[in-house]
């Protein structure tokens, strides 16, 4: 997806990566489904936290780690 996010800014003249993704439809591979993509973040997967059900508070790379879903 960041290549196809470059690539979009690249052939825009510098658009805004937010328009690219918002409303964007996206095959998670982890979940095994489709979901909207409703924004991007400034915040890199090891500083992202969020709630999980399964190991509470995580980063998204601690929950990765921790579930063995990086491919």
Do not use: C, W
Request: proline residues 1%.
């Amino acid at each position: 997806m960041a290549t196809a996010i470059q690539e979009f800014v690249n052939a825009s003249f510098g658009a805004q990566p937010r328009a690219f993704v918002r409303g964007l439809r996206v095959k998670t591979i982890h979940l095994g489904y489709k979901k909207t993509v409703r924004g991007i973040s400034n915040q890199t997967a090891r500083q992202f936290k969020f709630k999980s059900d399964d190991f509470g508070e995580v980063t998204v790379e601690q929950y990765f780690l921790k579930s063995k879903l990086i491919l």
